[in-house]
């Protein structure tokens, strides 16, 4: 039951991160930055009235005054800072599809953090899925002409969150809460600093557009408390899985939406990464059927012993 419940909050917050693209661009002329800081400002508010809503407090606090976890969290706000700033800046840049790489990359990454960290075993197809993705970004990289960074940056950081999230094993709520109050500070003393330069655009763009500003806080929270409450339910390999849905809204929208250049060399890489995500899901999938062993004991393979 945990752990279907924890496919579901997986699901919502991958279909919400997809939609990410479309919702960006609507903060600017504001830069990367700025964007990022209101977003761990306003996330902070809204984790506060949720947190004191639901009385959590107590685990809060004892989150707090447990240094192990406390250190694991602070990890998991600086990376999932940088992945912020990372896609928030590529998004705003014309690079929603070089984003979408790092989204279709970082499932690898987390696979491997499972195997590496938490002493997951994949099975053979499994690495043959690896080896096929880790094939398509040598492609890319041939084609873009320069290392994908943006995308290695985003599928490294947002691995690393998920692994620190997952050994932390805290409340989604105040897991969360926690990240932003350590970042906060930071974003304020930044947006301070550009209040008192004039380039500020929280208030000179008109109240439509401070009020997306605040938005931001509410379209950060919800999919990220489904993403840590999906973290301590379901093994890092399921998430990898999972995590394939936000790429590919990602991608459609580079291309349908904003129409992004996609030339042969870019789609021939970006299908070996969805001949990787068949390969991969296909073993998942098979890995779940019930199996009759000879003694005529029935058994159900477990997909996560990879």
């Known amino acids: ?14 279909l919400i991160w997809g939609a990410f693209p479309l919702y960006w661009p609507l903060l600017e002329p504001a ?36 240094r192990r976890k406390l250190a ?5 706000a600086v990376t999932v800072t940088c992945n912020w700033a990372t896609y928030i800046w590529g998004v705003n840049h014309g690079r929603v599809v070089e984003t979408s790489l790092g989204y279709f990359v970082n499932p690898l990454v987390t696979m491997l953090l499972g195997v590496l960290v938490l002493h997951e075993r994949m ?10 993705a880790t094939l398509a970004v040598v492609v890319l ?11 290695l940056v985003l599928a490294l ?13 805290a409340g989604a709520f105040e897991s969360l809460a926690l990240e932003t109050a350590l970042m906060a500070p930071l974003a304020l003393v930044f947006l301070v600093g550009l209040g008192l330069t004039g380039r500020s655009h929280f208030t000179s763009e008109g109240p439509g557009h401070a009020a ?15 993403f840590g409450a999906a973290a301590v339910r ?19 929208l580079g291309v349908l939406h904003f129409h992004e250049d996609m030339s042969t060399g870019r789609w021939i890489g970006f299908a070996i990464v969805w001949v990787s995500l068949a390969v991969f899901t296909y073993d998942s999938l098979r890995a779940r059927r019930p199996v009759v062993a000879p003694s005529r004991s029935a058994y159900t393979a477990n997909s996560e012993k990879a």
């Not at 999972?242 to 790429?247: G, K, M, T």
């Open 234 to 252: 379901v093994p890092l390999v399921t998430l990898g899985l999972l995590q394939y849905l936000a790429p590919i809204l990602q991608f459609g």
């Open 72 to 76: 694991l969290l602070a990890l998991a």
């Open 123 to 132: 099975r053979t197809v499994q690495w043959v899925a690896v080896g096929i």
């Open 157 to 169: 950081s947002f691995g690393t969150y998920g692994l620190a999230k997952k050994k932390a094993d």
């Open 1 to 14: 039951m945990e752990r279907s419940r924890g496919v579901v909050f997986g699901v919502v917050a991958y």
């Open 212 to 226: 997306l500003f605040v938005s931001a806080g509410v379209v950060t929270v919800v999919p990220l408390i489904c």
């Open 141 to 151: 990289t041939v084609d873009y002409g320069r290392l994908p960074w943006l995308a």
């Open 31 to 66: 830069g990367a930055f700025e964007i990022l800081a209101h977003r761990l400002i306003w996330s902070l508010v809204v984790m506060t009235v949720l947190i004191i809503a639901l009385r959590r407090t107590p685990q809060l606090l004892a989150l707090v005054r447990d």
